[in-house]
């Protein structure tokens, strides 16, 4: 099998970004169901709103403001997180502290410490602001 060249696979997820957006599913849902990578997908459509950003500040096309349609959730976001993440965002959804998900969970509080940053790295990176403290 021949490997597709940078611009065809750029197509490619472009096409998939914009079917995933248009499906009303989740991310989790929609890669399950088209036997996609939750990694992969997050990480093309990551690309595409930078580039989106770069073009919607003036950068390219002579000033002129270029805006991708891309959306992006909470939902998406936790859906692409590890299972034990997952929980962590579930418990805090619950209104449980730290320290009652650490009981929960059987592990330290600076594992599910650990996990919370993750989870706001996660969520910083799509530019998801204000949702966890």
């Known amino acids: 099998m021949a490997r597709r ?9 472009r096409m998939v970004v914009q079917m995933q957006e248009e499906s009303g599913l989740s991310v989790r849902r929609f890669c399950e169901q088209e036997g996609l990578g939750q990694a992969s997908f997050f990480g093309w459509r990551r690309k595409f709103r930078a580039e989106g950003a770069e073009r919607r500040d003036g950068s390219e096309h002579g000033g002129e403001s270029v805006r991708l349609p891309v959306r ?16 962590v ?3 805090l959804s619950q209104g449980l502290s730290r320290s009652q998900i650490a009981e929960q969970m059987q592990c330290g509080w600076h594992t599910v410490d650990r996990l919370v940053r993750t989870i706001r790295e996660r969520l910083e ?9």
């Open 125 to 133: 990176e799509a530019e998801v602001d204000g949702w966890l403290q």
């Open 72 to 87: 992006l959730d909470v939902q998406d976001v936790v859906a692409g997180l590890d299972e034990r993440c997952q929980t």
């Open 5 to 13: 060249s940078s611009e065809e696979k750029r197509a490619f997820w």
């Open 89 to 91: 965002c579930e418990l």
